[in-house]
């Protein structure tokens, strides 16, 4: 299927049937945006924070919410939510578990205090 902007007339059908499916999909709940940042090993600095913040704001255009992954700890995730992401997604949070181990987890992890960004 061919990209929005490769289809400059806003008449096109082609351009009128990928605005609709992109809205169908973001009603749906079915189109989520993704950003993996980049940290400063050192400093935990978020790298590309322009980058972010432009991600982000598309996010919002489009009336998603943005998931950061590979969060890997409170200061990176104390920076993407000072952009606006909503929620963080990597090592912050959990390391990979098996399956059996998921419930277990998850219900710790909903009776437990979760670190969020003050």
């Given at each position: 299927?061919?990209?929005?902007?490769?289809?400059?007339?806003?008449?096109?059908?082609?351009?009128?049937?990928?605005?609709?499916?992109?809205?169908?999909?973001?009603?749906?709940?079915?189109?989520?945006?993704?950003?993996?940042?980049?940290?400063?090993?050192?400093?935990?600095?978020?790298?590309?924070?322009?980058?972010?913040?432009?991600?982000?704001?598309?996010g919002r255009n489009l009336?998603?919410?943005?998931?950061?992954e590979g969060v890997?700890?409170?200061?990176?995730?104390?920076?993407?939510?000072?952009?606006?992401?909503?929620?963080?997604?990597?090592?912050?949070?959990?390391?990979?578990?098996?399956?059996?181990?998921?419930?277990?987890?998850?219900?710790?992890?909903?009776?437990?205090?979760?670190?969020?960004?003050?």
């Amino acid at each position: 299927m061919p990209t929005a902007a490769l289809l400059p007339d806003a008449t096109d059908p082609r351009k009128l049937t990928l605005a609709g499916d992109l809205r169908h999909g973001i009603e749906q709940n079915q189109l989520v945006l993704h950003y993996q940042p980049k940290a400063d090993a050192r400093t935990a600095a978020v790298l590309g924070v322009e980058a972010v913040r432009s991600t982000v704001e598309l996010g919002r255009n489009l009336g998603l919410r943005v998931v950061a992954e590979g969060v890997e700890d409170l200061p990176t995730w104390r920076h993407l939510d000072a952009v606006g992401c909503d929620v963080p997604q990597g090592y912050y949070i959990s390391r990979p578990i098996s399956a059996e181990v998921f419930d277990q987890w998850l219900t710790n992890r909903t009776t437990e205090a979760v670190a969020v960004p003050s």
